[in-house]
């Protein structure tokens, strides 16, 4: 508004300059019949003309009375306003003559931190990340394996009818269970519903987990929800429910709870890809930034909302790019780098909790299960794009098959170590041996060398 | 001008209450204290200020609640109590509901604003599907009692279809949240009192057209009203009437009329729709024979036929007449048509009259 009223003062002076127009008191029109002069005598006068959007007197009016509350700080001299500030609702805004918009996207997609290389060694050139000691990374190691291990027992047991449903997190174990591992159990965890790594990291038995698939009598949540739909308050875990995004706002209150306690605690809401496209994210994340309350928005970005891909799911470059709209601080994290989750969580906790304020991170890692039980992802998706995620990150399917693909000891192995030195019956063993093996080599397996 | 003094006073003394023991209120809202003639946005103002400095874990917030609310019903807590506790939100219906049910789930009293009860739909999955299932779906882990939702609703003279509206008939239909509609200034302060310390989340319609217009005598100190209680205000012989919030008036109106050609008329002030106290409404039907519900919302649909199927099914047999509604038109809440629309005292009035001679 007050750039409206600049600009219309700014073209008093031309007009005045092109023809004497007099600027009257009262509501009348110009000779001709063009212009239409504000009813209000005595303030700075906005010339609306006819062609202007905000056409009728009334409007032009309103638009007077706007520009008196927010009085410019000094007079326009010329037309041209590259010196000039604008001193706004929110604070001064620089403006400038040249029309440029800001691009849809970077030209380059934010990078994604990483700490690990894909053959599981420290990527060189000294990569920043927080160490861990042995015990936590036992441990983290552990409970992946657990959680994997769960999960595949779990989704068969669903198969085979004795849970009416399951959802796994294969592919996304580290992102859960190292986010875990660099919280405190005072940290109150607000899930989507992929989460259950972060239940086992807090203590959360196998048994409970069970208990709520079946919804049996010890079923903390009293058998009334499908499985994975779990929660924990002793864990500062707060219940699954099915609504996507609904947790994000109240993810907010929660640490706003937290803030007016001063506790050195924050809250970590989860959600997925799909989940960004909710209402509720945006709903969430600005409240959480008006608010300037402690939460980690961790965003499971896995590729796939069921079945709809994240190319259908938005324009931007993924979610990381989201939080500066809300004034957001945002990383984006190889989700299947055990260290890298690590690292970003403690940092994304530290300024959290230190300077109070909301921060987003999004996690890379593909969702190599289906969506659920009920969901059959080779519909939607080649059987080779699976395989290729499951085996590229997953160190043991890799260990296995880099192992298979590689070749076996060469032949002369076969007769070394027997003494420290080969005998000569050996000798003349090994090279009888060669002599029929050039013989007839289809009789011999052909991954062993000859040399 | 002159109206308003005559509304005002109508509802000041045209309410005839029976006493009642009630179960929970310190203080049924007469008596002891001073009493001070305010309207009703005041009466809510006093609630606040006193919800919030009795429990210093009570937030208030909303969108432009901090200057004091487009209905001046938040006036002066911000500076009373300050920015921490109360605050303006973004404008954002589900931010508010959902941050407030956050703010509740971590032992908080969350007192959320919805500006008007038109656009509570945003809020609507929040409200549904999270604070009325937050308790039950969690075995009773977690719970966010602490919410109180309030907003203007109804009618209000010329609000149309976004100024206007009565959805309280969507949220009645919620297992988990209850849903409270006060009558009076009296009334809502000591209701809204009751549902702010309620341990459940709970809906709260202001009638707004009785924000200005409804000046009562309110006692100046703490006291609650009891939840799901609907109070007889009018005692009579010939037919039920059943009705909340600015609708009372308009019955009472029709009672008054109805009197002077004999009919006597029982009039029962339902305030909490959900739990509903169907005990009360049915004691009045086994004694008159006959019943007759009144809302702005739309007819169809809405909560008098929960209360029509309720009691046909409890006194079937006692009743002389069919169920009468009279209601709101099955239309979006017109502008020029609104008298038209809306269920008058004279709509009223002859449905009393064949409601008594068939």
New interface residues.
Partial sequence: MASWGRRSSGMVHHIKALSKVELRGKAGEMKGGWWRYPLQPGVASALVPRSWPCVNTMASLFLVQRFKSSLPQKQVEDDDDDDQDLDFPGGKVACTSEMKFISGSYDKRIPCYRVLGDDGELIKDGSDFEKVNKELAVKMYRDMVCLQIMDTFLYEAQRQGRISFYMTSFGEEAATISSAAALTKDDIILPQYREQGVLLWRGFTLQEIVNQCFGNKD????G??MPV?Y???KHNF??V???IA?Q???????????K?DKKDAC?VAFIGDGGTSE??F???L??AA??EAPVIFVCRNNGWAISTPTSDQFRSDGVVVKGQAYGIPSIRVDGTDALAVYSAIRAARNMAINEQRPVLVESLAYRVGHHSTSDDSTKYRSLSEIEHWKTGRDPLLKAIQVAEGTEKPPLTELFTDVYDLPPSNLVEQEKLLRQTVNKYPHDFPSDVSLH | MGLRNIIGRRLGLGLVRRRKPFSTATCDGDGNGNAKSINLYSAINQALHIALETDN?AFVFGEDVSFGGVFRCTTGLADRFGK?RV?N??L?E??I????????????R?IAEIQFADYIY?AF??IV??AA??R???????NCGGLTIRAPYGAVGHGGHYHSQSPEAFFCHVPGIKVVIPRSPRQAKGLLLSCIRDPNPVVFFEPKWLYRLAVEEVPEHDYMLPLSEAEVIRQGSDITLVGWGAQLSVMEQACNEAEKDGISCELIDLKTLLPWDKETVEASVRKTGRVLISHEAPVTGGFGAEISASIVERCFLRLEAPVARVCGLDTPFPLVFEPFYMPTKNKILDAIKATVNY
């Fill in positions: 079923d903390g949540g009293k009334r929800q739909h929660g924990s308050s707060v219940t429910s099915s609504p609904t994000l706002p109240q993810a907010a209150g929660m640490a706003y709870s937290l007016m809250v209402g509720d945006h709903a969430g600005n409240f008006v608010m | 874990r921490a605050f939100t973004p954002c589900q931010g509901v959902g941050f407030g049910i956050g703010l509740a789930a971590m032992g908080n969350a945003p999955d929040q599907n999270e299932k937050f039950y779906r969690s075995g009773n882990q977690f």
